[in-house]
């Protein structure tokens, strides 16, 4: 009773925390202009070092994440096409493993740092090639930690190597966070084994 206590609270929370991302971000449009203008990609992403697995300490709560309970992940690897392979997983609320596999395609030459994700079967993210969905923002210098989110910034995670940060790598990212043009307290911890165990606002962490 206690896990769906708790997965019911959570999708509270999660939608409204999404319903005040989208708000704000509708309201505090500068105009045309400024609505066009998404977050800057990091100059060069090198692809690989990108490669490999990530652990989700936060995130903008989206419809997908409302499933997992701790240990969201996502693994990157070249595939036979060239393009990239996603495998995303986590432990759900009944303890089980949560996992969806899909591709990602480069759109930006330039940096390499924006890419469309697909998920064969997931609506509007079936398409293997498409519009930018996915745009890494702000990398750690090691490729320790990286933000990511997309040109509307209604999505965005923080991904990391291991499954803790220390205080000035946080600080980073919620400086990182700002500098996209959006607001760390829409952004929620994601419980990690060895890492964070409450779910609360990335801001008051």
Do not use: K
């Not at 609505?35 to 070092?49: C, K, Q, S, T």
């Not at 940096?111 to 519009?131: E, I, K, R, W």
Request: hydrophobic letters at 40%; aromatic letters at 8%.
């Amino acid at each position: 009773m206690t896990s769906r206590r708790t997965a019911r609270t959570l999708t509270r929370l999660f939608a409204v925390t999404a319903a005040l991302a989208a708000s704000t971000l509708t309201v505090s449009g500068a105009g045309p202009a400024a609505a066009e203008a998404g977050p800057a990609p990091v100059p060069r992403l090198d692809l690989n070092r990108y490669l490999g697995t990530w652990r989700q300490l936060a995130a903008v709560p989206q419809y997908f994440n409302l499933p997992c309970a701790r240990d969201t992940q996502a693994n990157y690897s070249l595939d036979p096409q060239g393009n990239i392979a996603v495998r995303n997983s986590c432990i759900t609320w009944a303890n089980t493993v949560n996992e969806i596999t899909g591709t990602a395609v480069v759109n930006d030459r330039e940096t390499g740092a924006q890419l469309h994700v697909s998920f064969p079967g997931v609506p509007t993210q079936d398409s293997l090639n498409g519009p930018t969905n996915y745009i890494v923002t702000a990398l750690g210098p090691d490729y320790s930690w990286a933000v990511v989110t997309d040109p509307s910034r209604l999505s965005g995670f923080v991904l990391a190597r291991g499954p803790a940060l220390d205080a000035a790598a946080w600080q980073q990212v919620r400086t990182a966070i700002t500098a996209a043009g959006q607001n760390p307290c829409f952004y929620l911890i994601s419980p990690t084994t060895g890492g964070e165990s409450s779910i609360v606002p990335l801001c008051v962490r």
